[in-house]
């Protein structure tokens, strides 16, 4: 049987306003379970640089019934770094037969 890991994604909370009334943003660690990891091909590779100009290392596969944000994200995957690239490519859930519906690239954040 396919078992995830857990992840930290790190969710946005806007705190404010700066001294040009941009928004100020705080990060908050949330674990998420049961998450797929796998190195991106280099199909992904090339269609990430091409769509967004950035490199990305690693696919992630996110479980069914989620509701957190993947977009413009920072996540923690085997105690590194990394930022997500691009928005969510997601499936039907009741046509994906195993636990994982939807995915994203991260590149290395430092």
Do not use: C
Request: proline residues 5%.
């Amino acid at each position: 049987m396919i078992k995830g890991i857990s992840i930290t994604l790190y969710e946005k909370t806007q705190t404010g306003t700066d001294d040009l009334n941009s928004p100020v943003f705080a990060e908050t660690p949330v674990e998420v379970d049961n998450v797929l990891v796998s190195p991106a091909s280099a199909e992904d590779v090339v269609e990430s640089v091409r769509l967004y100009g950035k490199h990305i290392e690693l696919n992630v596969y996110i479980p069914k019934g989620d509701t957190h944000t993947w977009t413009d994200r920072t996540v923690e995957i085997y105690g590194e770094r990394y930022r997500t690239v691009g928005i969510p490519k997601k499936w039907i859930e009741a046509n994906v037969p195993l636990s994982w519906n939807k995915t994203i690239g991260v590149e290395r954040y430092v």
